[in-house]
């Protein structure tokens, strides 16, 4: 089970930061997160292994930075510099023996 939080309303240049924690008996190999705007797809904003190697989206490198505390299970999203094309349903993902888990998502909202 993942359980997103940290989601809500922000000016444009603001920061928020994501926090979504694996709960159960797996350890994951792979942490991320995805978003979804209104009358978009879902599309990958980043991700992170085990061993900490990272890979953005091109429209968030710079801006944002994942991170995870294997220890705890859990992966950040440290975003700053927030822009109103930011504005989404954060959802969190983690890959597990090629078996695919998603969170219930947090919105993030960005306006002025």
């Known amino acids: 089970q993942l359980q997103a939080s940290g989601g809500g309303l922000v000016q444009p240049g603001g920061s928020l930061r994501l926090s979504c924690v694996a709960s159960?008996?797996?350890?994951?190999?792979?942490l991320g997160w995805y978003r979804q705007a209104p009358g978009k797809q879902r599309e990958l904003v980043a991700d992170i292994t085990r061993g900490g190697f990272t890979n953005y989206a091109d429209s968030v490198k710079g801006r944002f930075t994942i991170s995870r505390d294997n220890a705890k299970n859990t992966v950040y999203l440290q975003m700053s510099s927030l822009k109103l094309e930011d504005t989404a349903v954060y959802y969190c993902h983690a890959l597990s023996a090629r078996i695919h888990y998603w969170g219930q998502g947090t919105l993030v909202t960005v306006s002025s």
């Open positions: 159960g008996r797996y350890r994951p190999d792979g």
